[in-house]
Nanobody, 123 residues
Framework: QVHLVESGGGLVQPGGSLRLSCAAS????????MGWYRRAPGKGREMVAI???????TYADSAKGRFSISRDDAKKTVYLQMNSLKPEDTAVYYC?????????????????WGQGLLVTVSA
């Protein structure tokens, strides 16, 4: 099996910073895209940032200039540095990893999700 373990969420004041981490472990053959998504209260899930395996970086408009995604392939870990946080950034943040994974001896392309981190931006 493959697991994603997230860390770094919490409560922060407006204008503050947080760094989210997500480490993958298990039967991973190769990783392509790693990214972060979020679901704000009463809203659907939205993409925040994606670091593709070919080096391309994509940010949501709301994240541009404030958030920075990075990945360490040797550690199978993706990070999200969030600066200048706003109350509207309050959400549950989910990391996602896509790639070739082995399940019951069968390799296939899969996208898996972390358990979610609550980020609350409030004074």
């Amino acid at each position: 099996q493959v697991h994603l373990v997230e860390s770094g969420g919490g409560l922060v004041q407006p204008g503050g910073s947080l760094r989210l981490s997500c480490a993958a472990s298990g039967s991973i053959v190769s990783i392509s895209d790693m990214g972060w998504y979020r679901r704000a209260p009463g809203k659907g899930r939205e993409m925040v940032a994606i670091a593709a395996g070919d080096g391309r970086i994509t940010y949501a408009d709301s994240a541009k200039g404030r958030f920075s995604i990075s990945r360490d392939d040797a550690k199978k870990t993706v990070y999200l540095q969030m600066n200048s946080l706003k109350p509207e950034d309050t959400a549950v943040y989910y990391c996602s990893t896509a790639g070739i994974m082995s399940l019951d001896g069968i390799q296939s392309y899969r996208q898996i999700w972390g358990q979610g981190l609550l980020v609350t931006v409030s004074a």
